[in-house]
């Protein structure tokens, strides 16, 4: 199964503020700690850097299927740094490998719904229990990144076996 990079997602650190929701890049740097210019409080600070939670993916038919939901989301809202397209959700699974761009990289665990999500505007504290449970199985996929370099939009994403 094969599919493209739809966004590349950053934030850089900023004071008091979390890791979403991520702006859009053409391309980025990527190492083993993450994306070059991303900084997600949460894997620093309560995971302690731990390289396989370096990057956060989503594929862009959750993000769909969430909005025909009713949830206004777009690629980037929530933390993911590499928003696919054209590899279904559960195609994506624990020590799967990827070559995407010049990086390689492995699905390490799907990604729980956090309390920082209700920073987001259209869901807000009112409405976090009830997305908290939209979430739940869809939030995405952490990744450890095995081959370090350089992606663009666009870039193929092969599975590699």
């Given at each position: 199964m094969s599919g493209i990079i739809h966004?590349?997602?950053i934030k850089p650190e900023t004071p008091n503020e979390r890791g979403l929701p991520k702006k859009p890049v053409e391309t980025a740097n990527v190492f083993y700690h993450g994306i070059?210019?991303?900084?997600?409080?949460y894997r620093e600070e309560k995971c302690h850097g731990r390289l396989d939670k370096a990057l956060l993916i989503m594929p862009l038919e959750t993000?769909?299927?969430?909005?025909?939901?009713?949830w206004p989301i777009k690629p980037g809202d929530i933390g993911e740094n590499i928003t696919t397209l054209g590899?279904?959700?559960?195609?994506?699974?624990?020590?799967?490998?990827?070559?995407?761009?010049?990086?390689?990289?492995r699905?390490?665990?799907?990604?729980?719904?956090?309390?920082?999500?209700?920073?987001?505007?259209?869901?807000?504290?009112e409405r976090w229990p009830e997305?908290?449970?939209t979430m739940k199985g869809r939030r995405g996929?952490?990744?450890q990144v095995l081959k370090e370099g350089r992606i663009?939009?666009?870039?193929?994403?092969v599975e590699i076996k």
């Open positions: 966004q590349i997602n070059d210019r991303d900084f997600n409080r993000l769909v299927q969430l909005n025909s939901e009713g590899i279904p959700y559960n195609d994506f699974s624990p020590n799967k490998n990827y070559k995407i761009g010049e990086i390689e990289i699905i390490s665990e799907p990604c729980n719904p956090c309390g920082n999500l209700k920073i987001l505007p259209y869901i807000g504290k997305f908290k449970q996929w952490y990744a663009n939009v666009g870039d193929e994403i």
